[in-house]
């Protein structure tokens, strides 16, 4: 199975935001410098691991700093550690990770009667709740209304969390990606939700909710809608992308409160491999 990032559409929205390509052992490898932190080069969620004598002349002539390595779920700890113990003596390797280490994964294979009913009682309840308060989920292709949702839902410096989205939509869209929108009972935005749609995954990418929104329960509303948007494109499991991991406590605790919300849906925990452990 190969995710997202490491698809040609996912190298081409990076070069759109100006960063170096390379593939290696079919790897995608993405680098750049910055005048101030040096450079970085990052490897996300690659299938292998690429050969480290390919990568030692590219981090050489770029004068690359650090990299980050964010392995899949189904990567050896073993190899994984072997590797990084060969490449730590050429580059600093990134210790926190960019990309979440643990996820819960839906599978939408189920009817939808099955599916709601595996939710807890209280999303079940919330998702009534929205319905009868006039909060309607519909199918968009506006990326500009989806940004700016999030954005606002995001509080200061909220465009920081959509930065190159409006980039990655018309490579993704309509085959790989859509958009479900929330309005309350005067049809205004109150939440939307950013789905990529890759293999026999969907991924739950970006979501966001004003707080009346979330007074209305928008955001139980919109993942129900957006497991059912995500069946309409033959998806085995609904990814809810990351939710906190207790292996890590330090990191993103910021993350203990989406990931109670997550949590009521029922899926099935996911564990990545941790670079954290090897390299400190």
């Known amino acids: 199975m190969t995710e997202p990032q490491q698809s040609a559409l996912f190298a081409k929205y990076m070069e759109l935001l100006h960063w170096h ?15 101030v932190f040096g450079g970085i080069i990052k490897i996300h969620r690659p299938a292998r691991l690429p050969s480290t004598e390919q990568l030692i002349p590219i981090i050489k002539e770029y004068k690359l700093t650090t990299l980050v390595i964010e392995p899949t779920e189904k990567q050896d700890q073993k190899e ?8 730590v003596k050429h580059i600093r390797i990134n210790s926190s990770p960019y990309l979440p280490t643990k996820t819960t ?5 189920r009817d939808e009667d099955t599916i709601f009913k595996s939710f807890s009682e209280a999303k079940r309840r919330a998702v009534r709740r929205a319905t009868k308060l006039g909060v309607t989920v519909n199918a968009s292709d506006d990326i500009g209304k989806l940004i700016g949702i999030k954005n606002k839902s995001a509080g200061f410096l909220g465009f920081i969390t959509t930065t190159g989205i409006r980039e990655m939509w018309p ?3 309509p085959k790989h990606a859509s958009i479900v929108l929330a309005y309350d009972k005067n049809q205004k935005i109150v939440g939307g939700v950013l789905l990529l749609h890759w293999e026999d995954i969907s991924y ?18 919109l993942v129900w809608e957006a497991i059912k948007e995500s069946k309409k494109f033959k998806s085995k499991w609904f990814d809810f992308v990351g ?23 029922d899926g099935t925990l996911v564990y990545y491999p941790l670079i954290y452990r090897i390299v400190k």
């Open 21 to 35: 390509v390379a593939r290696i052992d079919n790897v995608y490898v993405y680098f750049r410098r910055f005048s």
């Open 80 to 87: 994984l550690n072997i590797w990084c113990r060969r490449m």
């Open 105 to 109: 994964r839906i599978d939408i294979t």
């Open 171 to 173: 490579l993704f869209a």
């Open 204 to 221: 739950y990418w970006i979501a966001g909710a004003t707080k009346y929104g979330k007074k209305l329960f928008a955001p139980t509303l």
């Open 243 to 265: 939710v906190w991991d207790e292996r890590l406590p330090q990191e993103h605790t910021e993350w203990k409160g989406f990931t109670k919300f997550k949590e009521g849906f």
